[in-house]
């Protein structure tokens, strides 16, 4: 059965973000919070990378049961991490956990447990910043990743599939990148074909969607377009969503407009999960 | 049963084995599971850590070694000291710098399954009693027969959200209630008598379901261990007393009372009678398959093994037993004694035999843990 090869150290997978840095980006989110839709997917790619890296950290340290990589695209395609992690595209999950940009102080609301909220202040690691220059080159990306991840599967013949994730306004101005997108998600290793999600980050407002499995609510036709160049989850996949989000459909994919997709690193099979009972 | 009805057990009546293997692909730094046994106290522990959460292995540790270590916990009463065990983790980990990626996970604490099992003794002979939270299991065979299958007992009742016991769980509020199971119920008149030859089998999640599954098909999955592993249980001078609570309650063991052996005809009356009021008490005496030679799943040494396991069947005559004459020898994969020296040809039939069923697709890849005790 496919998407069922475990992940650890002797059989790593990797997750490459592409990630949109685009003049657009510099325009108001749609959600009121007075940030910017590059702040937002800065956030967005943070939160993931953070939840990735919980996902190995075994006490103090973190095992590397998988690759983290960045492609940014705007002005100019730029490949890998910055700061300390610079140099390949693809960085082991530990190093990826030891050495953030920086590592923040935020304020974050908590339930008091007596009906209140509490602000509490967390460490934020950061490794992206938010940046918005030039035009929306999605497609000279989508070709980059199909080269990174070729070489990946390469190297791991039997790794879980590669994931990528694409988080942008949908607007690519060096064409369409849907065939491309199609493509990519051909590769294969010989647990099953590269899995793409994409996160549609947006200044129109509206309510978060996530994981639909029809682009019927999607509000435009970037949405819808990244709704198609989204992988269907597989199995193994939605039957670990489905505690998180009881309602998600069969067909789901993954896609999200304007929502928090860092609950995604929960849906791998790593180990016993905690949830009931905390 | 009331603490003070409870006799010190015969010296000589319990042997012990325990296996311990990480997942394939996973190194042993990465196994999460523990597990420990006192045979003086007759208490005998497995734990399975939560992967997700941060330091489960210790967690999992601490809570094997404070049930078995601590004649003081009742184990009526174990869940009530727990906060013990929490104070023993925080302690551990509080005074150490931690990453960002650990400190907000210490700050949600660590999780694990938990399975208690506690051997005593009365003046008919010895008896079993068991706590549980979430899916490591105990099963009771007696030679042929599974007497009992606790607290699962169907294989479809494993899934990947097992009840948990975190490390920062507000005492009040671990819905103990829903979570805790206890063997025999609270209130029963229930005894769960064993009597030599009797077997008892504490397994983690993924082994327990392979085992319930065996069951389900008419095998008999404890002749296929034995047969794959020919158990060599070597008889460990008894533990010390290893409470470190000063709580005033806690005499050392001693070794002294009860010579006699214990009488075996009592314990098959006593469950078969009770275990209908139990639910989830197999059906002992109807529904348990009968292996015969003929029978072709089960391997042929299974099947042409004796129905009940002779008493010290292997390897732990007297000269083993001065071979290895030291009690607490640290196993230093895994950090827990497992009753054997290391590197036992039982533990590496153990690791052959399940590397064989993953590979056949029959057992899923986790952490595995077993833990056998057998009444001589």
């Known amino acids: 059965m496919p998407y069922t090869a475990e992940i650890s150290r002797s059989n790593p997978t990797c997750f490459l973000f592409l990630i949109d840095q685009s003049g657009s980006m510099a325009d108001a989110l749609g959600d009121n919070s007075g940030r910017n839709k590059a702040e937002g997917v800065a956030t967005a790619v943070n939160r993931i990378i953070q939840e990735l890296v919980y996902r190995c950290a075994k006490g103090e340290h973190i095992l590397d049961r998988y690759y983290i990589g960045v492609i940014g695209y705007g002005d100019e395609l730029s490949l890998g991490f910055t700061g300390d992690l610079a140099g390949e595209v693809l960085c082991p999950v530990s190093a990826v956990g030891n050495k953030p940009l920086r590592i923040e102080n935020r304020k974050k609301l908590v339930d008091d447990g007596a009906g209140g909220v509490l602000e509490q202040t967390i460490r934020f690691p950061v490794w992206v910043d938010p940046l918005a220059n030039g035009g929306t080159p999605m497609c000279e990306a989508i070709r980059a990743a199909h080269a990174v991840i070729s070489e990946f599967i390469d190297k791991h013949p039997r790794c879980f599939p590669p994931i990528v994730i694409n988080i942008t306004d949908g607007e690519a101005t060096d064409g369409d990148p849907e065939p491309l997108a199609d493509q990519l998600r051909t590769l294969a290793s010989e647990d099953g074909n590269v899995l793409m999600m994409n996160l549609h980050i947006s200044s129109q407002a509206g309510q978060p969607i996530l994981f639909p499995a029809s682009d019927a609510n999607l509000p435009d036709q970037y949405a819808e377009r990244l709704f198609r160049m989204s992988s269907p989850l597989p199995p193994t996949m939605l039957r670990l969503a489905r505690s998180s989000y009881p309602s998600i459909s069969d067909g789901a994919r993954g896609f999200g407009f304007n929502a928090d997709m860092a609950s995604l690193a929960k849906f791998l099979d790593i180990g016993t999960r905690v949830a009931a009972n905390r | ?376």
């Open chain 2, 1 to 376: 049963m009331a603490a003070d009805q409870k006799l010190t057990i015969p010296e000589n009546s319990i042997q012990w084995r325990a296996f311990q293997l990480p997942k394939e692909g996973h190194s042993t730094e990465e196994y999460e599971d523990a597990c420990d046994g006192n045979v003086a106290l007759g208490r005998f522990a497995v734990a399975d850590g939560a992967s997700e959460s941060v330091f489960a292995r210790l967690w999992a540790r601490l809570l094997v070694k404070h049930f078995v270590g601590q004649r003081c916990v009742e184990v009526d009463d174990w869940h009530k000291r727990l906060p013990e065990v929490q104070r023993q983790w925080q302690e551990e980990l509080a005074s150490r710098q931690l990453p960002w990626h650990a400190e907000q996970k210490f700050l949600d604490g660590s999780f694990a399954t938990f399975l208690g099992l506690e051997i005593f003794s009365d003046d008919s002979g010895l008896l079993w009693q068991a706590v549980a939270v979430g899916d490591s299991c105990l099963f009771h065979t007696r030679g042929d027969r599974l007497l009992c299958a606790w607290p699962l007992e169907k294989s479809d009742q494993f899934n990947d959200s097992p009840r948990l016991i975190g490390s920062r769980t507000p005492r009040d509020e671990v819905n103990y209630n829903r979570a805790l199971w206890k063997l025999p119920q609270s209130g029963a008149e229930q005894q769960l008598r064993l009597i030599p030859g009797d077997r008892l089998w504490l397994m983690t999640d993924a082994l327990a379901q392979w085992f319930l599954m065996e069951y389900e098909s008419g095998r008999c999955p404890w002749q296929q261990i034995d047969a794959e592993l020919a158990i060599q249980f070597y008889e460990l001078p008894s533990s010390e007393h290893r409470c470190k609570a000063a709580c005033g309650s806690c005499a050392p063991a001693t070794q002294t009372g009860a010579d006699e052996p214990v009488a075996p005809e009592t314990g098959m009356s006593e469950l078969s009678t009770t275990q209908t009021n139990t639910p989830i008490m197999a059906e002992a005496e109807t529904s348990t398959p009968k292996p015969s030679a003929t029978q072709p799943n089960i391997p042929e040494a299974a099947a042409k093994q004796s129905n009940i396991p002779e008493p010290a069947a292997t390897g732990c005559g007297a000269a083993e037993v001065a071979e290895y004459p030291q009690p607490k020898r640290p196993d230093d994969r895994f950090d827990v004694d497992s009753g054997a020296p290391e590197a036992a040809e039982d533990q590496q039939r153990f690791e052959r035999w399940i590397g064989q069923l993953r590979r056949s697709g029959r057992l899923r890849n986790d952490d595995v843990t077993l833990v056998v005790v057998q009444i001589v």
